[in-house]
């Protein structure tokens, strides 16, 4: 019985889940901040992709044909993800819609699962449809229009639904998908993760086994995800990002709109709950945790935190209101709890004011502001870097060219034609005759991994201003191979995801003979 009234309020917090995906199903796209970059990259993962690229690391389309490392660097779930819903037929533009609408539903989804696990089910209804229709989630989706944050959003509640699972594999799982949906966010919420862990074990029986299981849980999850963050993190070292500011932090605080009314209204009446003894310490020694989270990230999202922004090495985060998808986390758990500790009569009508503020602070957000009709074309041939400020650009290429070139391929010190036997976007094959030695440049720029190869013998690379591939050939009949491929450091990394995706299976299939 319980479970089937379960079952019914999980139902009713898709189906409140609707208006807020209203503005998605519209026809067209809906104009935002990062949007179009989002579909433009992910069209360009998807050729990649095609063309036999996998992990997908360097698009050759991007900055004006010359091609730019961004998927090395920035969270690639979202196109992963895209890959297949754009087989079945969905348009580059539709397939991110069905990933923002799915990644909100799946948030609604989440949150109540988890919050079930601690709370009566209309208080994780609340809960859960708080978190949904938080400003600044709807903000992330409509204003921002940044498809991995939202989806990042839709990982987290379900990553704490598996620790309250006490489920291993799924923890795992679900915090190798983070790291993956948004570096950021991932950065922001894993010290939130070890602390909810570290309550789990002040109150378990069996201390040490459960050390030992988050720990190990932690250490799988970046095994899964390794290919990802190792090279990310190794390869940074390449590009001009550590001297790139790519936006003013100090412009980026959240008002009070963007914080809302509702998650000051829940924070207050936790607060109010507490001081009054009607939510008491020792029972709810989480609720305080994630007090403490939710008021500490609220702080550091508005202008009040500005002295430590220029204190803390914080600035990394570029965007301070992004702390509130710390906020607006914690709030929905005490919304939960606020509502919990009420009679029967009074959790209902609690659970309804909670929800009108919760929709009055959302109005100003539910709705994107105008839409735009581009042909999937727009984007599957749009060269756009679609970062800020080209921050993953290669230190070597000093000079960044603001028009495409004309040959895929060029002779720099001679006349001779170039035969271009295959060319796609990751591997072209030339063949040529030339009296003297020359020199040939490759209109991509260098990043380790491309490599050539002359007549079956791999050569040295050198490069221009530019950073455009260019290397010297002998006199004679020449069989030239240019490719893109992994590193040292990336097959390597791409071995650590392989092991613990076997891990994985081997886990999944002794629990189930078990």
Not at 88 to 95: E, N
Not at 127 to 133: M, R
Not at 334 to 348: D, E, G, H, Q
Not at 383 to 406: C, F, H, I
Request: hydrophobic share 50%; proline share 4%.
């Amino acid at each position: 019985m319980r479970k089937r009234s379960s079952l019914i309020f999980l139902a009713l917090a898709v189906l409140l889940t609707l208006p807020a995906i209203w503005g998605i199903l519209h026809q067209g796209f809906f104009l935002s901040d990062d949007g179009n970059w989002m579909v433009i990259r992910f069209s360009a993962f998807y050729e990649e992709l095609r063309n036999g690229q996998f992990p997908v690391r360097f698009l050759s389309r991007l900055n004006n044909g010359y091609g730019y490392p961004v998927a090395n660097f920035l969270y690639p779930l979202f196109m992963y993800l895209g890959v297949p819903i754009h087989i079945l037929g969905f348009s580059f533009v539709d397939t991110i819609k069905v990933i923002f609408a799915t990644s909100l539903v799946f948030s609604s989804v989440f949150s109540f699962l988890w919050l079930r696990k601690l709370f009566d089910n209309v208080s994780s209804l609340t809960g859960a449809v708080f978190y949904t229709y938080a400003p600044y989630h709807l903000f992330d989706l409509y204003k921002r229009g940044s498809v991995g944050e939202v989806l990042a959003l839709a990982v987290i509640p379900f990553i704490f639904w598996q620790l309250e699972r006490k489920s291993f594999i799924w923890t795992s799982i679900g915090i190798s998908l983070l790291v993956v949906a948004h570096n950021t966010i991932a950065a922001i919420f894993l010290p939130l993760i070890i602390l909810y862990m570290a309550f789990d074990i002040l109150i378990a029986k069996d201390k040490t086994r459960l050390i030992y299981k988050n720990t190990a849980a932690i250490i799988l999850g970046f095994a899964l995800c390794a290919f990802f963050w190792l090279p990310a993190f190794y390869d940074l070292r390449y590009t001009v990002f550590s001297e790139t500011q790519v936006s003013d932090w100090s412009k980026y605080f959240s008002d009070f709109s963007l914080v809302g009314l509702s998650t000051i209204f829940i924070t207050t009446l936790t607060l109010a709950l507490i001081f009054i003894g009607k939510i008491q310490i020792r029972k709810h020694r989480l609720t305080i945790l994630l007090l403490t989270v939710g008021v500490v990230s609220m702080f550091l999202s508005t202008s009040l935190s500005l002295g430590l922004f220029r204190l803390l090495p914080i600035s990394f985060i570029q965007f301070p209101f992004r702390f509130l998808s710390l906020t607006i986390f914690c709030a929905s758990f005490l919304a939960a709890c606020v509502i919990s500790v009420f009679s029967n009569k009074t959790k209902i009508t609690v659970a309804i004011i909670i929800l009108l503020i919760t929709f009055i602070s959302a109005w100003p957000f539910l709705m994107p502001k105008d839409y735009q009709y581009h042909a999937d074309s727009f984007y599957s041939t749009n060269q756009d870097s679609t970062t800020v400020k080209n921050e993953y650009m290669p230190k070597w290429a000093k000079d960044v060219l603001g028009s495409m070139s004309r040959h895929k391929a060029e002779v720099l010190n001679g006349e001779e034609k170039l035969n271009f036997l295959k060319v796609s976007s990751n591997r072209m094959s030339i063949q040529g005759y030339f009296p003297t030695q020359r020199i040939i440049q490759i209109n991509t720029i260098y990043f380790p991994g491309w490599e050539v190869a002359v007549n079956g013998k791999i050569v040295p690379i050198d490069y221009n201003s530019n950073g455009l591939i260019r290397f010297t050939v002998s006199s004679g009949s020449n069989n030239i191979v240019v490719r893109f491929g992994e590193t040292p450091i990336r097959i390597f990394a791409d071995i650590i995801s392989i092991a613990g995706i076997l891990l994985i299976i081997i886990l999944l299939i002794v629990k189930n003979k078990r």
